[in-house]
């Protein structure tokens, strides 16, 4: 009993324990906020890398693609097909959009041209959700946008030409000319532009400036089918916007009506890549793989099947590496901490060498006596993990509002959502993560007390009483 | 009727640098159950490390020490503990009180010590009423709250008496228990002493180099050059 009496009553007095308890709380409270944020950070860029991309992929390694997507679509089916929801057809490429920007003057940007049908690629991926118009006057929110490339008819309407011929008599020989002079700048065919290609952020009123407004006109450029590739050139009018939230695929993406780049690149009915949407809960590598084994077999070394994962597993290993990294030099907080505890542990060991030798002249046995002082190690760590738990998960709470509450007092935005495209900052608390961390710090307190306990125990009755 | 507490040839030698200090030489001592024997004897003597060895918290290099007739010089750990904690109530010159605990709980230390967290909340009441009592016993029953740095050295060795007698020992060691305090203190001190010993029959071996005190001794023994002798005090 008295071990319990002694270490509480030595929590209480000894106000120099309180700065390992600090120590501790403090590891463990940033390595939850840390782990917190990370797993948040990977956790929104898997959705959203998950959300653009479909959960396989079978590319051809041709740019130019195959001519025969119904057999493969069939051979798909054929493999995999009752794990299957849906499959999209795609044609990429890689090529220059030249977006005006007024007076004449064209923003030129490398561009991922994709070639879909919309529907298709909204049935085999979050494509749909990524969509957005731009915002009305006074409209704060992007509104959503439908899977389509239809060009509404009041965009041509809104031009100059359409104006003037609103107010022309259809039977005049003007109007003509100036229908044609409302194709020329809107024509037929629909864009969805990536959301970053087609506007600038204003850092300073935390705007977006649409530099291609909806109804404006973009050119593309892109390689010709064939050995020799030629340059080719389409115009599209932009529709709609894509905002997936990962800069790297807003900022390079545009998508096109697939049969109208087929007919521009002089091969109909090439196709380069499939989408395929596995059933949910079904197992993406083994489907991957049964594919891949059917289209092997039929068409040996033509086609390249992968997983979402596996296409991003750079990029995804990447964020990985880092959290490790940041796990392991985090828990030299936790071992500072550690040997914190060490060094006032044995101080106060030190310290009580007199009682020490009291408690012993009464009877005390040195188990019992190093009892009291891995106890009174554990209960530091108790006290401050659970404090530090709590303190970290508080944080992770309110870190948006912390975020604020800094960006205020600095003058400057801590997280910037133009660098990170999120609009706050994402966590995600794993209970597992969070136990571990509470876990190791107790640890690593009891470790640390180890070594001045077992001091303790040692120590000769008779001399500790004389120890003055 | 054999003694409660005796002792054969008990010897110990400390080092210095490479040599041994002889400071026990073959020491043979026999105390009678409810005796008072005092040791006398000068500085570095000898006579704290004599009863360092019968309270079994030092080890001697030789010799037997036997109590009511069975060996304890070789018992292992866990048995020397239990005798420490329960058959030898121990008192220091300078009291060795524990400075967190209040008066009450350093009486209480010695049951504490002994029982588990379970035994001890369950017999809570009785073991203090018995503490309380140990306290009223030796007059500090208003003091129970306080901590030792709250206390007067005489109260101080009060406390450490009745934390001595708290586990109900049969053999009370004090090693200069007045050495510490005022003349009139440290009378009424020993006068505490003595009325313990005869009321409780305890068997005390107290050790001092006041011969004032060893008067009040049933026998006084003398401790020089490693051995004992009876010694008769004349007193003036």
């Known amino acids: 009993m008295y071990k319990y009496l002694l270490c509480w009553r030595y929590l209480r007095t000894r106000y120099i324990a309180l700065a390992s308890i600090i120590s501790v709380m403090l590891g463990v409270a940033t390595m939850i906020v840390v782990n917190s944020v990370m797993a948040g950070f990977s956790t929104m860029m898997e959705e959203r890398l998950h959300g653009t991309l479909s959960d396989i992929i079978v590319e051809s390694f041709s740019l130019n693609g195959f001519n025969n997507p119904d057999e493969v679509l069939a051979a798909i089916e054929e493999a995999a097909g009752d794990q299957i929801d849906a499959l999209a057809p795609s044609l990429q490429l890689f090529g220059y959009a030249m977006i005006p920007v007024g007076g004449g003057e064209y923003l030129t940007r490398e561009v991922q041209i994709i070639g879909v049908r919309p529907e298709d690629r909204a049935r085999v991926s979050e494509f749909a959700e990524y969509l957005v118009h731009q915002p009305r006057e006074g409209q704060a929110d992007l509104p959503p946008a439908e899977p389509t490339f239809h060009v509404p008819e009041e965009f041509r309407l809104n031009t100059y030409a359409g104006q003037v011929y609103q107010r022309t008599d259809p039977d005049d020989p003007f109007a003509d000319i100036l229908l044609e002079d409302m194709a020329n700048l809107v024509p037929a065919d629909g864009m969805i532009l990536g959301y970053a290609l087609g506007t600038i952020h204003r850092p300073e009123s935390d705007e977006d400036l649409f530099i291609a407004p909806e109804g404006s006109k973009v050119i593309l450029h892109f390689p010709s089918a064939g050995k020799t590739p030629e340059a080719k050139t389409g115009e599209f009018t932009v529709v709609s916007y894509f905002k997936s939230g ?115 002249a009464l009877g005390a046995s040195d188990s019992g006596v190093r009892g009291i002082f891995l106890g009174y190690g554990l ?36 997280f910037d959502d133009a660098i990170y495209y999120f609009p706050e900052i994402p966590t995600l608390v794993e209970p597992l993560t969070v136990a571990w961390i509470v876990g190791g710090a107790l640890l690593i307190a009891v470790a640390a007390s180890v070594w001045p306990a077992q001091r303790a125990a040692r120590m000769h009755p008779v001399k500790s009483l004389r120890y003055e | 009727m054999d003694p409660h507490l005796s002792t054969v040839g008990l010897s110990k030698s400390y080092r210095k640098g490479r040599d041994p200090v002889p400071v026990l030489d073959g020491v043979d001592l026999e105390v009678d159950r409810g005796e008072l024997l005092a040791i006398v004897g000068a500085s570095g003597s000898g006579k704290s490390t004599l009863l360092h060895l019968i309270g079994l918290l030092d080890a001697a290099d030789s010799g037997r020490i036997f109590l009511d007739g069975r060996r304890i010089d070789d018992l292992t750990g866990r048995k020397r503990d239990a005798l420490r904690n ?57 003091r129970r709250t306080h901590t030792p740095g709250e206390l007067s050295g005489g109260e101080m060795q009060r406390v450490a008496i009745a934390r001595a007698l708290a586990a109900g020992p049969s053999v009370v060691l004090a090693d200069e228990p007045t050495g510490n305090l005022d003349a009139n203190t440290g009378r009424e001190v020993l006068d505490l002493l003595r009325d313990l010993n005869r009321e409780r029959r305890l068997t005390m071996i107290l050790v001092t180099h006041d011969l004032a005190i060893a008067a009040k001794a049933d026998r006084v023994v003398r401790l020089a050059e490693g051995r004992l002798e009876e010694w008769s005090p004349v007193f003036a």
């Open chain 1, 379 to 414: 209960t530091l760590g108790l006290v401050g993990s659970l404090v530090g738990m709590t303190g970290g998960l508080l944080f992770v709470r309110y870190i948006n509002e912390i975020e604020d509450a800094l960006s205020v007092m600095t003058g400057r935005k801590v």
């Open chain 2, 86 to 142: 329960g058959t030898f109530g121990l008192i220091f010159q300078f009291y060795h009180l524990l400075p967190e605990l209040s008066a009450l709980e350093n009486v209480l230390l010695p049951l504490a010590i002994r029982l588990g967290p379970l035994s001890y909340l369950s017999q809570r009441r009785s073991i203090r009423r018995e503490a309380e009592s140990l306290l009223d016993r030796v007059g500090l029953s208003h």
């Open chain 1, 246 to 360: 990962m800069s790297e695929y807003d900022s390079m993406q545009v998508f096109v009506p697939i049969e109208r780049l087929q007919f521009l690149r002089g091969q109909d009915g090439f196709v380069n890549q499939i989408q395929v949407k596995a059933r949910p809960g079904a197992d993406l590598e083994a489907i991957a793989s049964a594919i891949r084994l059917t289209l092997e077999r039929k068409w040996p070394t033509r086609f390249l099947v992968s997983t979402w994962e596996q296409k991003q597993g750079p990029l995804l290993a990447a964020v990985q590496v880092e959290q490790n990294i940041l796990n392991i030099l985090l828990s030299f907080i936790i071992a500072v901490a550690g040997f914190g505890i060490l060094g006032i542990f044995s101080m106060i060991v030190v310290e009580k060498t007199k009682d020490i030798g009291i408690l012993k």
